[in-house]
């Protein structure tokens, strides 16, 4: 899931 994240996601992940 990490791996395959889409950059959005990686981006929230990454705000949060």
Known sequence: ???IA???LL???DAG
Request: proline share 22%; no cysteine.
């Open 1 to 3: 899931e990490k791996k």
């Open 11 to 13: 981006l929230y992940v």
């Open 6 to 8: 889409p950059p959005t």
